[in-house]
Nanobody
């Protein structure tokens, strides 16, 4: 199983980026995909997640209203559109897949709910 995250880069504050995550592997499928980020000197934190079956979405308060997670037209691809970026959004962004689901939002915000992780893509927002 491989998760390939891409789309990071350098952007000015107020700008936008679209991150992509493509999951691949023989007969691979997942229940949900999430995005997490880790800023220098800080712990990794939840950003957004989406359920594969019904498209339910979950967002951290810090990005709610500025970001949209969506399923791609290509199977096993998920996008994270980030707008109105702020310097505090600077971090390495990781995508991850959860092979099981659960009732309740909290489940999708926890790192422990995810089984496979990508290598990360760096987002740098300049002021």
């Amino acid at each position: 199983v491989q998760l390939q995250a891409s789309g990071g880069g350098l952007v000015q504050a107020g700008g936008s980026l679209r991150l992509s995550c493509a999951a691949s592997g023989r007969t691979f499928s997942f229940y949900a995909m999430g995005w997490f980020r880790q800023a220098p000197g800080r712990e990794r934190e939840f950003v957004a997640a989406i359920k594969q079956n019904d498209g339910s979405t979950y967002y951290a308060d810090s990005v709610k209203g500025r970001s949209t997670i969506s399923r791609g037209s290509v199977k096993n691809t998920v996008y994270l559109q980030m707008n109105s970026l702020k310097p505090e959004d600077t971090a390495v962004y990781y995508c991850a897949t959860s092979q099981q689901g659960a009732i309740g939002t909290i489940y999708y915000t926890r790192e422990s709910s995810y089984d496979y992780w990508g290598q990360g893509t760096l987002v740098t927002v300049s002021s």
